[in-house]
């Protein structure tokens, strides 16, 4: 597993694990206490350092200065691990403790953030793996754990938790990257023409084959064939896939020639393929083929925590294919996350879409999501106006609805509209002295002229617009408002 370092004060103790890690085939240092950061400068990390308890002081410096490393403490029973000390083994040291202890300095180095293969190597395979997730963080080990090998991997999941997804990072990592990935969807494609897409027909193989044609097996030669959704896969054509499997050879349709294959084979489904062999509907002896190398791909309901980093990793692409973007709260992010989330990434990703065209470069709020997604109590937030505002609104309301960028123009103008109705119906303009309510007034007065352009124009809705200057259907919205309907004074 890697070198490892004893550093004790005490002979004997050295001697004695020394004897054991050398037994067990392990090569080791020892070092005394004062030499300790030396060989630590010099050849660490370690696999693992084995620390005499006797020198505490001494223990704590290092544990301190050397954070990526590993330590055990050996001979006394009165520290805690945690950190970088990853366990105590007390004395007389018994092989199932050490292998124990040595387990978990293993797991302490690999488990550490950033190592691996190269760092452009793993942002550009983790950009379409986003969460920090347990379940996700696993799937990024078995793939970088399986990809370089030649091994069959079986993608399990549910339908949008980006199956192929992972078969193409697979692919990536794998000695084979420079070579094709050909994705095939086993269910999307009829039985009896399955077997010429994947191993291709000979001319004259059947009615319409003009010309020779490749198969899938032949596209994806030196590379990777995804199969998806192999469970849709009819038996008889397992039999001849099982066949390419174990003899890494096949024959066109129609042809005699054995060609060879250099392709490995990744295969996803979202069925139960034990249940389905039981029922006689897969056959068992390609499902243990194919499953060499078994990745699950969790969904969405059981990586939640996962959530906010995928929406700002979609937001982000909208961003840079459409140029929209939007954001959302708090509150829509904890009700988002309460989503069961039957479909997956994918039906993430449709609502992201969704709300893209609803609200593009908006701030999205729970009141907001659509009605399913709401989860969590909106806020029902009721804007309130300043009164001058609102009397202005009304003035422009009442004739003509003018627009915000015309305010100035739309208020003079109305001013000298009710001055010329007022002047119509001989009544002064002077201000009472108690004052009045603007706004209710210049309501009665705009039920007062809606209602007599109706009177004039026997209640018909359009002509009745005309004489007041407005469009039909504000007049018609205007007289909802007030209730004025046929009849009614």
């Known amino acids: 597993m890697g070198k490892i370092l004893i550093i004790s004060g005490l002979e004997a103790r050295r001697i004695s694990l020394q004897t054991v890690l050398n037994f067990m085939g392990e090569h080791c240092d020892c070092a005394l206490p004062e030499q300790g950061p030396e060989y630590l400068v010099k050849d660490g990390p370690y696999a693992c350092v084995l620390l005499d308890a006797e020198c505490r002081e001494l223990n704590d410096n290092l544990l301190r200065q050397y954070p990526a490393q590993p330590f055990v403490m050996v001979g006394s029973d009165g520290f805690e691990h945690q950190g970088n000390l990853v366990g105590i083994l007390p004395e007389p040291v018994t092989y199932p403790q050490l292998t124990q202890m040595l387990h978990r300095c293993q797991e302490y180095l690999q488990r550490r953030p950033n190592v691996g293969g190269a760092v452009h190597n793993k942002t550009k395979l983790f950009r379409s793996l986003i969460g920090k997730s347990s379940g996700v963080q696993l799937v990024r080990h078995m793939i970088e754990q399986v990809a370089p090998t030649d091994a069959n ?6 339908s949008g938790t980006g199956k192929e997804v992972v078969a193409r990072n697979v692919h990536y990592l794998s000695n084979r990257r420079e070579g094709p990935f050909i994705p095939v969807n086993c269910g999307a494609i009829p039985g009896e023409l399955l077997e010429s897409e994947l191993f291709g027909h000979e001319k004259g193989a059947f009615t319409g084959a003009v010309s020779a044609r490749k198969g899938r097996f032949e596209l994806a030669e030196s590379g990777t064939l995804f199969l998806d959704e192999i469970g849709d896969m009819p038996l008889q054509m397992q039999v001849k896939l099982l066949r390419v499997l174990q003899e890494r050879s096949y024959e066109r349709v129609g042809g005699t020639k054995p060609i060879q294959c250099d392709v490995r084979v990744i295969a996803a489904t979202h069925r139960d393929l034990e249940s389905m062999i039981s029922e006689g509907k ?10 060499v190398f078994p990745i699950d791909s969790p969904p969405l309901r059981e990586r939640k925590e996962d959530i906010p980093l995928l929406l700002q990793e979609l937001v982000s692409r909208a961003l840079s294919e459409s140029g929209r973007s939007i954001r959302f709260t ?7 996350m309460e989503h069961h989330w039957a479909g997956n990434v994918r039906e993430l990703s449709n609502l992201v879409e969704r709300l893209l065209i609803l609200y593009p470069d908006k701030v999205v709020d729970i009141g907001d999501l659509p009605h399913k997604y709401q989860h969590l109590q909106a806020d029902n937030y009721e804007p309130e106006y300043p009164e001058e505002l609102l009397e202005r609104e009304a003035i422009n309301a009442l004739f003509g609805g003018f627009s915000d960028d015309d305010e100035d123009t739309a208020v003079d103008d109305n001013t000298v509209a009710v001055a010329q109705e007022s002047e119509l119906n001989g009544q002064s303009q002077a201000l009472p002295e108690q004052g009045l309510n603007l706004k209710e007034y210049l309501a009665e007065l705009e039920v007062s002229l809606i209602s007599q352009a109706l009177e004039q124009q026997e209640w018909v809705v359009a002509r009745a617009a005309e004489v007041l200057g407005m469009r039909r259907t504000t007049l018609v919205e205007k007289m909802r408002k007030y209730g004025m309907n046929k009849g009614e004074e």
């Open 153 to 158: 991997v079986l993608v399990l999941g549910e």
């Open 330 to 336: 708090e509150g829509a992010l904890k009700s988002l």
């Open 282 to 291: 897969f056959r068992e002896d390609l499902y243990y083929r194919l499953n």
